[in-house]
């Protein structure tokens, strides 16, 4: 059996993998190898094929793998990776971070999009393989149908990105604020509170005198929003709308032929979900009925939401789909603008399709190749 290392086990993305794969029993499959950066020498969870962890900083260590899994973050990737590659290492290296994502020696990975590139990949002797962008392989997921027959001439997303992009911390600071803003209503006189331009008053007072904890975030995100995600990139864009286009079309192996992906994403206060409206200039004029027919039958998850509002209520919302491996794509019509352009709506679960699941795949494609 192969010896698979796992790093970045007990963070968010790291956690959610473990859970998945213990659902699924995908420990059977391999000898697993738990590493850490902080721990080492202390008990291993039980799943493991050795008692203690091993030090995820030793290369000798780390190089007697055949697979490496990592979900320790950028940070670890940049120290780690070109060591361990120095050393000789040949073994497969599947990461969630993005540090190697846009390198020519990696491929994406997002098999019920771009198997056909990873297993291109695999036999043409890749060896780094790293998840997407959480809204580029969620907007993938529900658009694959629309991609797989090539009828996108170019698109825009918009996107609601929950607090779980930034990080474990992001949430709780996003539940902490809106504690805060519901007990100083709650708190209120209760004259004052008959009056609703008075409870406006105290929560726009809350959001601007300080009291609100917006260490992660940088402003407040109850009951607001930020539309602004990563860093600044060229052209005022941002790196997570940067994201969209480049890695999009290196998914799809299309990068001499691209199509062009653009949007503003947003940060909002929901827990786990992103979302996504998307305005897609077709080809052509594609009947409604063929749309369905591609986006629906493209992989086992997707869903196409009927465009009503009880079954857009009932399914097409981070609470109906947050925790579910559920890809449900709704609010499908075509657009006063013209017969060619349709619009969509789509919310995915950002920790696991967005996340783990690309790479427990991955993992899983790798132990079955035999390679
Ligand atoms: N960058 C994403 C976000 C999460 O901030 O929502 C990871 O892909």
């Known amino acids: 059996m192969k010896k698979v290392g796992f790093i970045g086990w007990r963070g ?5 993998l473990m859970d998945r794969m213990n659902e699924l029993k995908d420990f059977d499959q391999m000898e697993s190898y738990f590493f850490s950066t902080s721990q080492v020498g202390q008990e291993a969870p039980a799943y493991s094929s050795e008692k203690l962890l091993k030090d995820a900083n030793s ?18 990737t940049k120290s780690i990776h070109p060591s361990l590659r120095e050393s000789g290492w040949n073994g497969y290296w599947v990461d969630a971070a993005s540090t190697l994502r846009m390198k020519d020696s990696s491929i994406i990975v997002l098999d019920p999009v771009n ?9 043409n002797g890749v060896k780094d393989f790293v998840g997407g962008n959480c809204t580029v392989s969620l907007m993938m997921m529900s658009l694959g149908g629309l991609f797989k027959h090539d009828a996108i001439e170019w698109l825009t997303s918009m996107t609601y990105q929950a607090a779980s992009g930034g990080g474990a911390r992001h949430m709780k600071e996003l539940l902490t604020q809106m504690n805060t803003i519901g007990s100083n209503f709650v708190n209120m006189d209760k004259d004052l509170a008959r009056n609703i331009t008075e409870v406006d008053r105290l929560v726009t007072n809350t959001f601007r005198d300080g009291s609100l904890d917006t260490s992660c975030f940088g402003a407040p995100l109850a009951g607001n929003l930020i539309p602004w995600i990563d860093s600044a990139v060229e052209a005022g864009q941002t790196r997570e709308e940067w994201k969209g286009i480049s ?17 503003t994403c947003v940060r909002i206060g929901t827990m786990r979900c992103h979302s996504q409206a998307f305005t897609i200039k077709l080809k052509k004029d594609i009947p409604m009925d063929e749309i369905t027919q591609m986006i ?11 465009n009503s509002p009880e079954e857009t209520r009932a399914s097409l919302t981070p609470a109906a789909v947050s925790g579910t ?6 609010r ?4 006063n603008i013209g017969g060619e352009y349709l619009n969509a709506f789509t919310c995915g ?3 696991l399709w967005g996340a783990a699941e690309p790479v427990r795949r991955m993992l899983n494609i790798l132990l079955e190749s035999g390679k």
């Open 296 to 306: 629906g039958s493209h992989n086992d998850w997707v869903k196409v939401i009927d």
């Open 349 to 351: 679960d950002q920790l």
């Open 115 to 123: 198997r056909d590139v990873i297993d291109k990949g695999l036999n």
């Open 247 to 263: 890695e999009t079309n290196k998914i799809l192996g299309r990068t001499d032929n691209i199509i062009p992906i653009d949007g």
């Open 325 to 330: 491996m559920d890809i449900p794509i709704g």
């Open 12 to 16: 968010m993305v790291g956690s959610v």
């Open 332 to 335: 499908l019509r075509k657009m």
């Open 59 to 76: 290369i000798d260590e780390l190089r007697a793998m055949d697979v490496i899994v990592t979900c320790q973050g950028g940070d670890y």
